[in-house]
C-alpha cells in the first residue's frame, strides 16, 4: 500500500485533474492530522485565518484565492463537537462563496454519528440533521473514516466515500507476536467491524453483549465465544468515557483470556478515560490518530497509529476521479 501511495504522491506533482488544483485547507479540530496529510501529498495547507470576535462567533478569512479549484477541507468533528461543527459550517460556506470548483469534506471522526436512530419516541435524529447541514453549508461531497453507522452515508445525497482503518490494525496486530488471536466484538453493533479485523487476521469472533443502564454508562452482561487462553483484541469505533472497553476487559480477564487489547479508531477519550484504562489491565489500547490527543494523555498503554497515509491516499484518488474502493480490495 505505501509503495502504491508513493507513486501516487508523486504523480499528483505532475497531473491535471477535472477539478483545477488540489487545495488542502485544516480546520482547527486536529492540525497535526491536516499537517501530516500536507506532507505525505506534498501540497501545503492554505492559509486560513480563523479568528474568533469577542462574543465567541467564529470568524474564518481564507488568504488565497479557491476560484475553481478541488478544495478538500480536513476537519473531525471530534470535542468540542459543536465548536468544530460550526467551524467547518462556516469554512465551507466561505469556500462556496469564494467560487471553489468542488469542495470535499473530510471527516475523519463524525461528531453524532451515535445519534443516527430514534430509540424512544420524541427524540430527534442528530446525525441525519448534521448531514443535512454539512451539504446545506458547501459540501460536494464527504471523506468518511469508520463511521459508527454505516447507515449514515445514506444520510448526504452527494457521494461519499467511507473509509476503514482495519487494514491499518491488523498489520499493526500482525507486528506484536500475538498468539491464539480471538477478535471481539464489544456488542452486536460492532460485529461488521470486528469480521473485518477477524477476516484479515484469519482469526475466530467472539462478541460481547452490553446495556447502558445510563447514558454513558456501560455495563457487560456476557461474553460469548473462545476466550480462555487466549490474545483477544476487541475492535472498537469510538472510546469516549472507556467504559465499555474496560468493563469488557474485566469480563475478558474473569474468563481467562490472556492478553486483552483494544483496536479502536476513534480516541475520544473524555474526562478520565485515559485513568480508565491504565487501571484496567489492558495491555495495549491502539487507536488511530483522526482525533487528537494531547501529549501528556499519551504514553502506555496507548499506541497511535496514523491514519494520514489512508487519507491522503483517498484525497488523491478523489481528485483524480480514480477508485476509492480499490484501496481495500
Ligand atoms: C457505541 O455504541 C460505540 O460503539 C462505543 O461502544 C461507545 O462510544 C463507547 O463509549 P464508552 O467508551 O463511553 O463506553
Redesign the pocket.
Known amino acids: 500500500m505505501i509503495g502504491r501511495m508513493q507513486t501516487a504522491v508523486e504523480y499528483v506533482a505532475e497531473s491535471a485533474s477535472p477539478w483545477g488544483e488540489l487545495k488542502l485547507l485544516g480546520g482547527s479540530a486536529n492540525p497535526a492530522l491536516s499537517e501530516k496529510i500536507s506532507a505525505q501529498l506534498r501540497v501545503p495547507l492554505t492559509d486560513t485565518r480563523l479568528r474568533r470576535f469577542a462574543d465567541g462567533e467564529i470568524n474564518v478569512k481564507i488568504e488565497d484565492s479557491m476560484r475553481g479549484h478541488d478544495v478538500f477541507v480536513i476537519q473531525p468533528t471530534c470535542p468540542p463537537v459543536n465548536e468544530h461543527l460550526m467551524e467547518l459550517f462556516i469554512i465551507l460556506d466561505a469556500l462556496r462563496r469564494a467560487s471553489a470548483g468542488r469542495v470535499t469534506a473530510v471527516i475523519p471522526y463524525y461528531g453524532y454519528a451515535?445519534k443516527e436512530r430514534k430509540t424512544q419516541p420524541r427524540e430527534p435524529i442528530s446525525a441525519k440533521l448534521v448531514a443535512n447541514f454539512i451539504t446545506l453549508a458547501g459540501a460536494d461531497r464527504l471523506l468518511l473514516l469508520d463511521l459508527?453507522a454505516e447507515a449514515i452515508e445514506g444520510f448526504f445525497d452527494v457521494p461519499t466515500d467511507h473509509l476503514s482503518p482495519f487494514r491499518i490494525f491488523a498489520d499493526h496486530l500482525r507486528t506484536l507476536n500475538l498468539h491464539n488471536l480471538t477478535v471481539v466484538a464489544?456488542?452486536a453493533?460492532?460485529g461488521r467491524r470486528a469480521e473485518a479485523v477477524a477476516n484479515q487476521l484469519q482469526a475466530p469472533i467472539a462478541f460481547g453483549y452490553?446495556r447502558r443502564p445510563e447514558e454513558?454508562q456501560?455495563e457487560v452482561i456476557a461474553v460469548s465465544g473462545d476466550v480462555k487462553g487466549r490474545d483477544c483484541v476487541v475492535v472498537?469505533?469510538?472510546?469516549?468515557?472507556?467504559?465499555?472497553?474496560s468493563k469488557l476487559a474485566q469480563s475478558l480477564r474473569l474468563q481467562g483470556a490472556h492478553k486483552v487489547l483494544i483496536a479502536a479508531t476513534h480516541p475520544?477519550l473524555?474526562g478520565d478515560?485515559v485513568d480508565r484504562l491504565k487501571k484496567a489491565q489492558i495491555d495495549d489500547v491502539i487507536v488511530t490518530d483522526s482525533v487528537p490527543i494531547a501529549p501528556e494523555r499519551l504514553g502506555p498503554p496507548i499506541t497511535v497509529l496514523s491514519v494520514a497515509p489512508l487519507l491522503a491516499e483517498a484525497i488523491i484518488r478523489v481528485h483524480e476521479n480514480r477508485s476509492v474502493s480499490e484501496l481495500f480490495r
Open positions: 451515535r459508527h464489544p456488542d453493533g460492532g452490553k454513558d456501560a472498537e469505533d469510538i472510546i469516549t468515557t472507556g467504559g465499555t472497553i475520544v473524555t478515560a
